[in-house]
């Protein structure tokens, strides 16, 4: 029975990483596209945006189904509430991938306002949040979702720079490139927001690993 119930897990673990590889693949894609304006591109994303909500509804049923059968307690019963938490994390990141594409269509006919160099900064943070956050996952590393929760800082950094700069040094001076700046601006509002669901992952990890609660209380970390 023992041993039927940690094969069902370790699928459960092989589904959540497919899951978190193809919502990387999603985010990525999207701000490829953003470098070339290209539309195309970024309609694939949205399409394939279904797939990823499949593979959520399929975990979760996974889940479900774990708890009803198997009634676990203690560790594994933290492992499975946290599965289902983390598979609604992904699914949200893999929407905000479908809302920087969306943006994408919106600039796709237009000129780019400046050179990309913070956004795709950014890009790269949130891609490893969400890696170093499904391995803690994977392999109980609280002290690796530590490290995730830490790296939100430099994603907010880069935001508010993002912001301040579209802000103040394109659309207070010239209120005519707001067309291409507030898309800008949600991009980079998207991005940030990918950081705190990888947050959100890492500081349930901690709290499934070691029972400690860390969210709103970074004292705990």
Known sequence: MQRHFDEELRKL???????????????????????????????DVITCDQKIDEMENTLQEHCLNLLA????MAIDLRFLT????????????ADLAVDIAQRVC??????LLKPLIDIPQLTVIAQQMIKKAINAFLNNDADLARKVILMDNEADR???????????????KDPTTATRAVPLLLI???LERI????????????????????KHHPENL
């Open 106 to 111: 919106e600039l796709a006919d237009k000129p």
């Open 188 to 190: 980079a509002r998207h």
């Open 82 to 93: 946290m599965a289902m938490s983390i598979t609604t994390d992904l699914e949200r990141m």
């Open 13 to 43: 673990k092989d589904g959540i990483l497919i899951m978190a590889t193809s919502v990387d693949q999603a985010i990525l894609e999207s701000v490829e596209a953003l470098k070339t304006l290209d539309a195309s591109k970024a309609k």
């Open 69 to 72: 059968c198997q009634q676990p």
């Open 158 to 172: 880069l935001r508010n720079l993002i912001q301040k700069e579209l802000i103040c040094d394109y659309m207070a």
């Open 195 to 214: 950081c705190d669901h990888a947050t959100n992952i890492a500081e349930d990890i901690i709290y499934m690993i070691d029972a400690k609660v860390v």
